[in-house]
């Protein structure tokens, strides 16, 4: 038998009644918080799949996508108007969806996200010119496609076969072909075959110099007999628009040849061919050539075939730019980290001193500074080239933020670390844990989509005219950004 204790002790081993009571509080809350339903990283998982599903289902043309689309999807765009027999290359267009996909796919191991990035992949081999890279675009519809020399196509006359460096377009496009074979070991034929046949036209596009230029139908065309030497000024230019085409020139405009230098440091990695790390540096042999002389020890944002700056559009004068000058630099930068190679952090130092004494009033740079005067350019509304700002072509950045400040400090963090650790790697750490922001974000993108898996958001079509009814849009710059958030979310957790 249990004996009993007298009413007037407090028995050994039990709880008080106030203690009790919290206890049963306690439990209460955590049933109530289990009741809650999913957790964090179950929410997120869900929506990375709900997203992947719409877009894939109801957004996608042939695998591939454009830029952004009305909520009804009914009105399309890329940078100009789109059917829905049209897809984008150019970013943040069809490799940009597809990225997203990848990263998802790293981040949760699920093939639902391979599946998605190998559909964009196919897309992509669909739209591939004969000439090794893409263009802007892709066409899906019978008639259209006749127009341009895809590989998969039988030949035709007359169609456009122009590979385009201009604005992260053909390279980016690579990068996902590369990225998506690495992932998939090497074992899908026609994406592997896509890859590699671009390298070796960009290799053959590559001029002696080092350069690449804009766009190139034929490789080689322009490539031979050009002397290899040092920018340097003209002794007069044009102040009117010549009407040359600047294609074939070497072009630094939109960082097209620091985005092919980056392809081919990539290739090197992936493929481990050395004559792809050779093709990057010589690109970066390029950028020491092509750094102007005192006293504006700066970049062109193109120069012709004598290495003097040149006219490219009718609102790209001959001039330093304040503009693509820091992603050279960045690249520099970027070059000294692959091969350890003082060469390449030696001019930086100049063109920061330049930048610094160049800054417009307001901490801007301008985009044009005139050569040897170092005056800012700009264009009036009507094209005519002037030293005034009040009367600008809104179309076009004819000033710059500076990150000459950035650069600076990322300049002597690297010329003061030892090459050697930094040949192994030094600095990268760990992601981590996820922060309180990212945490924060995260549960932000997972409330902003709706029940269809959809993160649609206030917003114009920017190419159908004002007269365009459109308020409510679907946009592929959210959808790779919310896509991001959730993918380095799920993939810090464990």
Not at 9 to 24: I, K, M, Y
Not at 97 to 108: E, P
């Amino acid at each position: 038998m249990i004996a009993h204790e007298s009413r007037g002790c407090r028995p050994q081993g039990l709880l008080t009644r106030a203690a009790l009571c919290g206890l049963v509080a306690v439990l209460a809350a955590a049933a109530a918080v289990a009741d809650d339903g999913p957790s964090l990283p179950e929410k997120a998982a869900s929506a990375l799949q709900r997203a992947t599903t719409f877009f894939t289902r109801e957004v996608s043309t042939e695998g591939g996508y454009l830029w952004r689309y009305s909520e009804d999807l009914e009105t399309r765009e890329g940078e100009g108007r789109a059917g829905d027999t049209t897809v984008w290359v150019q970013p943040p267009g069809t490799p940009s969806v597809a990225n997203a996909f990848l990263d998802a796919y790293a981040a949760t191991g699920d093939n639902l996200y391979l599946d998605a990035a190998r559909k964009a992949g196919d897309c992509l081999v669909h739209g591939q010119l004969r000439s090794g890279g893409w263009d802007y675009r892709i066409e899906f519809a019978a008639d259209r496609r006749k127009r341009y020399a895809y590989r998969v196509d039988p030949a035709g006359e007359k169609q456009r076969n122009t590979t385009t460096l201009d604005d992260n377009t053909t390279q980016a496009a690579l990068r996902l072909l590369m990225r998506l074979d690495e992932t998939r070991g090497f074992q899908d034929a026609r994406i592997h075959e896509a890859a590699q046949y671009a390298l070796e036209k960009l290799l053959a596009a590559q001029y002696p110099v080092g350069a690449w230029p804009q766009r190139f139908s034929d490789p080689h065309a322009e490539s031979d007999n050009q002397l290899v030497k040092r920018a340097g000024y003209p002794d007069t230019w044009s102040r009117t628009f010549p009407g040359k085409d600047y294609k074939g020139f070497y072009t630094l405009n939109d960082n097209a040849i620091a985005d092919t230098i980056a392809v081919m440091f990539e290739a090197a990695r992936v493929y481990d061919r050395s004559r792809y790390r050779d093709a990057a540096i010589q690109g970066g042999e390029f950028l020491l050539l092509a750094q102007m002389p005192e006293p504006q020890p700066a970049w062109a944002q193109q120069y012709d075939l004598d290495m003097q700056p040149a006219w490219a559009r009718k609102f790209e004068p001959p001039a330093l730019t304040g503009g693509e000058s820091q992603g050279v630099m960045r690249t520099l930068l970027m070059l000294y980290r692959q091969t350890q190679d003082r060469r390449f952090l030696e001019p930086i130092p100049r063109a920061i001193a330049y930048f610094r004494r160049s800054q417009l009033p307001d901490g801007q740079l301008a985009r044009f500074y005139e050569l040897k005067t170092n005056r800012p350019l700009y264009f009036t509304r009507q094209y005519v080239l002037t030293y005034r700002d009040d009367d600008l072509p809104t179309h076009y950045a004819f000033k710059v933020g500076s990150s000459i400040d950035k650069i600076a400090r990322d300049y002597e963090r690297l010329a003061e670390l030892d090459p050697a650790a930094l040949k192994q790697g030094a600095g990268n750490r760990p992601a981590g844990k996820p922060s309180p922001s990212l945490i924060a974000n995260v549960e932000r993108v997972i409330g902003q989509l709706d029940d269809r898996g959809r993160w649609v958001e206030d917003g114009r079509m920017k190419y159908h005219g004002d007269d365009d009814p459109t308020q409510r849009i679907i946009d592929c710059r959210t959808f790779v950004r919310n896509m991001g958030v959730l993918s380095e979310y799920l993939g810090r957790i464990d």
